[in-house]
């Protein structure tokens, strides 16, 4: 099926690891965003790209990094993984029309960092 | 500042009747204007939008939301909810200042009791 897919779903990583977090889309679109879910704050931006070899940073980017190598990937690492980034990221992509179109999610990433 | 405000964290609706969930927002013109529901472990999938034109719209699943712009609000209604309605809703409003992403509210918890 078409849409938005995020790899992993769960991880829990010790604090000071790095990980890379994969957003794949297969609907050409040029927008990718990146959020993190927190209880009680709804989704606050990370990162977004508006197209391929572009990313910019969002409301809450410090300890994060993103790429944009191909038009269907976004990836969001984390160097060095502090408890305050536990949280569930989604991914999300809009197509060139960008908040015209509607934007599609992905399931989400829980990731708890201990 | 862009702000969006959902004023009540957590509602319970018995099964059959109506619904409104509250949504303000702040923003220096017209935004645009959003409802997303996320069922449990799920990710956010769109109800209904607005960007102009009859400030009435209707969306998926027998929603609907009416734009207000002297009042600033964007509620959403139901006229007979129904178990599975039972979710998480999030307001949204867009374009942020970067012009491109999306600014969530905090999201309203939607119990159904039968």
């Known amino acids: 099926n078409a849409g938005v897919t995020q790899t992993p779903k769960f991880r829990v990583l010790k604090t000071g690891q790095s990980m890379t977090l994969l957003c794949a889309q297969d609907?050409?679109?040029?927008?990718m965003y990146w959020y993190r879910q927190d209880p009680g704050m709804g989704l606050r931006l990370i990162h977004y790209s508006v197209g391929e070899g572009t990313t910019a940073k969002g409301e809450v980017p410090d300890g994060y990094n993103v790429s944009r190598l191909k038009k269907q990937n976004f990836l969001l690492g984390l160097e060095s993984a502090a408890p305050s980034q536990t949280s569930v990221y989604f991914c999300?992509?809009?197509?060139?029309?960008?908040?015209?179109?509607?934007?599609?999610f992905g399931q989400g990433t829980r990731l708890t960092v201990v | 500042a862009q702000s969006v405000t959902q004023p009540d964290i957590h509602i319970t609706v018995s099964e059959g009747a109506s619904l409104e969930l509250r949504c303000n927002y702040s923003y220096g013109a017209t935004p645009y204007l959003f409802w997303y529901v996320q069922s449990p472990g799920q990710g956010l999938q769109l109800l209904l939008k607005y960007f102009s034109g009859d400030t009435l719209v209707q969306g998926i699943k027998g929603f609907e939301a009416e734009f207000k712009r002297s009042q600033s609000s964007f509620n959403l209604r139901k006229p007979s909810v129904h178990w599975s309605d039972a979710a998480e809703y999030f307001c949204?409003?867009?374009?942020?200042?970067?012009?491109?992403?999306?600014?969530f509210g905090k999201g309203t918890t939607l119990s159904v009791s039968s």
């Open positions: 609907m050409n679109h040029e927008y």
């Open positions: 949204a409003v867009g374009p942020d200042q970067a012009g491109t992403a999306l600014i």
């Open positions: 999300a992509s809009t197509g060139a029309g960008g908040l015209s179109g509607v934007a599609f």
